[in-house]
């Protein structure tokens, strides 16, 4: 998504003005998954359901692994489970063309809406390993820390873009390298389902 705001602002040739509006697009991101990791790991601990959350966040991480890797074995009619539904790209598109600052805001947190349920099984995950070990004050710096990471790959292609990069390899860069990212993504969630399933059997 951030690739394709960085499309949409390239015909106001201002490098300054796509920086910005790409870091606001950056910056949604964070505080929508930040605040919502927040709310999730308080609900978890004040109902006292963290080894039934525990066990759910792992079978979907191991399901949404499972369904990660099939795609890509899948080819084109794989399953789309992991991705954006076309409703939501329909709503988004629109605030991507507008390309200003408070729709960057926008679409950031509408990209954190529709991709939570795509990422919500990592997530999950992480969360119910935190609060079986701490409680919510303790687990925020964690929460920061993670959502530091999960955002760091958009800071990179900005950062790319930024030292002149054009912006259109970095779109043919992202369509090759898909299929790869999708199986790492896979066996990670997998990984961490049993991981999960291990620290609370």
Known sequence: VLIFLMLSLISLESRKKMLIVGSVFIFAVFCFYFLSGLGIFAVIQS??????????????????????ILSVIGGEQGPALLSIPERGKGIIEPYIKKASIPAAFTVGILVGMFELPCTGGIYL???SLLSNRMSVMEGIPYLLLYNLFFILPLVIILGVFAIGFPVERLEQWQTGSRRGVRVIMGVVMILLGIILLLEIL
Do not use: D
């Open 47 to 68: 109902a006292g359901i963290s080894r039934m959350i525990s066990f759910i966040a792992a079978a979907i991480a191991i399901a949404a692994g499972v369904i990660s």
């Open 125 to 127: 995950a992480i969360l």
